[in-house]
């Protein structure tokens, strides 16, 4: 690229000499202690000629009005939760969830609950990521669950004591873990959210039934039209994976439908590219 009537060999950020590339996807807030508020982020482009006038420095800052952008920063929810869901599979719990960003983030505790989801309890951490602008993943596995309908919430820890419980509780039936045969075959039906969620640009759905029938999977747009059909035959009793590659598909939300003779279940994932 040209600047003003500079043009030829220039660096650009952090790129090779001479490689005519600009820098992108550079994350600016990655690991920043930056408090509420609005900034503004100016920039300007620095050259310097290694031609007789060695080392020159040529500063373009559009005639005064540099290049700028404004953003926000809101620390109201240090941790911002996208999705958290419970899958009673093989005797045991498998919780999952997923952060957009996170803020002095120390780890999560896991608490538990039988169905009137009064009286909890703690059943384990995971470590949170500190400081993240980008999305990250976590699970965790509870190995010994009652035999009941059981909700599951999350309460995030900062480094400095504070904490906060979300909204979002995940439930899991798993009175169905005594029914369970040595094979795993499910005693009821259940649709996964997929994980990752967000995802790019592959990403899996779990399903189970608990006989043989018929099973569809459609995928569908924002607006409910049909957009792929990933399952459409006869399935037996059993647990199932589906791995799903968006690659051709735009940025934006989704829906999946899991449909039986019996049953039909519909969630949301998001492609963000």
Do not use: C, H
């Amino acid at each position: 690229p040209d600047v003003g009537s500079s043009s030829g060999d220039q660096q650009w950020g952090t790129d090779a000499q001479g490689g005519n590339a600009t820098d992108d996807g550079v994350n600016i807030l990655e690991n920043s202690t930056l408090t509420t508020g609005t900034y503004t982020l100016e920039v300007y482009a620095k050259i310097t000629t290694n031609g007789v006038d060695a080392a020159t420095e040529l500063l373009d800052n559009n005639s005064g009005n540099y290049y700028n952008a404004s953003f926000t920063v809101n620390e109201s929810l240090p941790v911002t939760l996208t999705s958290f869901s419970a899958e009673a599979e093989n005797g045991s719990v498998l919780l999952t969830w997923q952060t957009a960003t996170e803020l002095n983030n120390y780890g999560f505790e896991i608490e538990r609950s039988l169905s009137d989801a009064t009286d909890w309890q703690k059943i384990g951490f995971v470590p949170g990521s500190g400081n993240s602008y980008s999305p990250k993943q976590y699970s965790f596995v509870d190995e010994n669950p009652p035999s009941a309908k059981i909700s599951y919430r999350l309460k995030q820890i900062d480094f400095d004591g504070q904490f906060e419980y979300y909204g979002i509780i995940a439930e899991v039936d798993a009175s169905a873990l005594t029914g369970v045969e040595d094979k795993g075959i499910p005693v009821q039906y259940s649709l996964s959210q997929n994980y990752p969620n967000p995802f790019n640009p592959s990403t899996k759905i779990n399903y189970s039934i608990p006989g043989t029938e018929n099973v569809s999977v459609i995928l569908y747009d924002l607006v409910g039209n049909e957009i792929r059909t990933l399952v459409n035959e006869t399935k037996s009793a059993g647990n199932y994976e589906i791995e799903f590659d968006a690659s051709y598909l735009a940025s934006g939300v989704y829906y999946y439908k899991l449909k039986t003779s019996n049953f039909v279940q519909v969630r949301k994932m998001v492609l963000i590219k």
